[in-house]
C-alpha cells in the first residue's frame, strides 16, 4: 500500500515561491531607488561643480573687463599726451620759422615798396598785400620773395591797380599788389647750418 504524505508541501513551496519573489521584488526595487540616487547625486554634484566654474569664469571675466577698461583708459591718456607732444614739437618747430619769416619780410623788401597786411592761413599760405611806386618793384619783390629761404612759390594774384585817394580818384603812381606765396622752411641740413 502506498504512503500519503498529507503535508501542504505544494502550498508551502507556492508561499516559499511568493515570499523569495517579494524579497527579489522589495530588493530589486531598493536597487533601482539607489540606483536612481546615486544618479541624481553625481548629476547634482557635476551641476554644483560646474555652477562654481561658471562662478569662477565670471569672476575672472570681470577682472579682465577692468582690466581692458583700464587699458583702454590708458591708451585714450597715452593718445592724448601724445597729440599734446605733437602740438608742442610743433610749436617748438615752427617757432624759429616764424622769425626768420619776418626777417625775409624785412630783407627782401626792396624800396618803394610798402606792405599794408600779411596774413597766414593754415600751416603754408601767406597773403600780402601792400603798394608799390611801380610795377618794377613789385616785379622785384616778387623774385626776392622766391628766392628767399623760407618763402617759395609766391605768384602775383590778379594784376596791380592804381590805388585809390580819399576822394575816390586815383593817386599817381601808387600801384596795389597782391602775392600768394607758401611757407617753405630749408630742408634740416640747411636749418642747422643757420642754428
Excluded at 616778387?142 to 629761404?149: E, H, K, V, Y
Aim: net charge positive; aromatic share 6%.
Amino acid at each position: 500500500m502506498r504512503r500519503i504524505n498529507l503535508l501542504p508541501w505544494r502550498e508551502e513551496r507556492r508561499q516559499k515561491r511568493q515570499r523569495d519573489f517579494v524579497v527579489h521584488l522589495v530588493l530589486a526595487a531598493l536597487i533601482a531607488v539607489g540606483i536612481a540616487f546615486g544618479i541624481h547625486s553625481i548629476m547634482q554634484a557635476k551641476i554644483e561643480y560646474q555652477q562654481e566654474r561658471n562662478a569662477y569664469l565670471e569672476n575672472v571675466i570681470k577682472d579682465l573687463d577692468r582690466q581692458i577698461q583700464a587699458i583702454n583708459d590708458l591708451k585714450k591718456r597715452k593718445a592724448e599726451l601724445t597729440a599734446r607732444m605733437q602740438v608742442i614739437e610743433t610749436l617748438q618747430s615752427s617757432r624759429p620759422t616764424i622769425v626768420h619769416l619776418m626777417e625775409n619780410f624785412v630783407t627782401t623788401l626792396p624800396d618803394g615798396v610798402q606792405l599794408t597786411s600779411t596774413t597766414v592761413t593754415g600751416d603754408k599760405k601767406i597773403s600780402i598785400q601792400g603798394q608799390a611806386d611801380a610795377q618794377a618793384r613789385v616785379a622785384a619783390y616778387l623774385r626776392r620773395l622766391n628766392s628767399a629761404d623760407y618763402i617759395g612759390n609766391a605768384s602775383l594774384v590778379g594784376s596791380g591797380i592804381l590805388a585809390q585817394g580819399a576822394g575816390g580818384e586815383a593817386t599817381s603812381g601808387q600801384y596795389v599788389f597782391s602775392i600768394e606765396a607758401e611757407i617753405t622752411p630749408p630742408k634740416d641740413g640747411e636749418a642747422e647750418k643757420e642754428n
